[in-house]
């Protein structure tokens, strides 16, 4: 089976930064793109920031500029570094991945639990 866990959320005062990672364990053969993606109760789940496994990267509009995606292939591992964090940005954080297990001849989607980060001002 394959795992996705996320760690570094928190809480932090608004203008301040945090760092999440995730890490993908399990029988992997590859790792395709990787995501993150935010939720706030009653709301969408919105997505915040992608990478391809080439590190070709994209964000969205609200986040641009204040946060930053990267990945470590060789820990089959994701980041997101944010900074400049405000009240809106509070929200439980995802990790999601497109992952080939070891044997398969196609990606499957897998998902984190979740990480908390609450902004206050």
């Known amino acids: 089976q394959v795992q996705l866990v996320e760690s570094g959320g928190g809480l932090v005062q608004a203008g301040g930064s945090l760092r999440l990672s995730c890490a993908a364990s399990?029988?992997?053969?590859?790792?395709?793109?990787m995501r993150w993606y935010r939720q706030v109760p009653g709301k969408q789940r919105e997505l915040v920031a992608a990478i391809t496994s080439g590190g070709s990267t994209n964000y969205a509009d609200s986040v641009k500029g204040r946060f930053t995606v990267s990945r470590d292939n060789a820990k089959n591992s994701v980041y997101l570094q944010m900074n400049s964090l405000k009240p809106e940005d509070t929200a439980v954080y995802f990790c999601?991945?497109?992952?080939?297990?070891?044997?398969?001849?196609?990606?499957?989607?897998?998902w984190g639990r979740g990480t908390q980060v609450t902004v206050s001002s």
């Open positions: 399990g029988s992997i053969s590859s790792i395709g793109v």
């Open positions: 999601y991945a497109d992952v080939n297990k070891s044997g398969s001849y196609s990606f499957a989607s897998y």
